[in-house]
């Protein structure tokens, strides 16, 4: 099994940057697809990013297009974000699947963009 832990998210004003990390650990062989979500209450889960193992390829949410760049570099993940907006405040997680599309989570960070 993947563990995962996420940092770097706080509190940040409108127009401001913030740089999530995270760290996987376990057995990260198995890691087929690797990518953050997020999280607003009474909201369904939202992709922000996710990258295939095999192929490299980055997807993004329409919400982090042109905005959030995401990079992984061995065992960890990271999420640059930039000109924050307040929507997009919430719990940001790190994900990672293994070729059965069994997912494994973080604990979450908190964003909270302030108008």
């Known amino acids: 099994q993947v563990q995962l832990v996420e940092s770097g998210g706080g509190l940040v004003q409108t127009g401001g940057s913030l740089r999530l990390s995270c760290e996987a650990s376990?057995?990260?062989?198995?890691?087929?697809?690797m990518g953050w979500y997020r999280q607003i209450p009474g909201k369904q889960r939202e992709l922000v990013a996710r990258?295939?193992?095999?192929?490299?390829k980055i997807n993004y949410g329409d919400s982090a297009k042109g905005r959030f760049t995401m990079v992984r570099e061995k065992n960890m993940l990271f999420l640059q974000m930039d000109s924050l907006k307040p929507e997009d405040t919430a719990v940001y997680l790190c994900g990672a699947s293994d070729s059965g599309g069994s997912w494994n989570w973080g604990q979450g960070t908190q964003v909270t963009v302030s108008s």
């Open positions: 990258t295939l193992r095999l192929s490299g």
């Open positions: 376990g057995d990260i062989s198995s890691i087929s697809a």
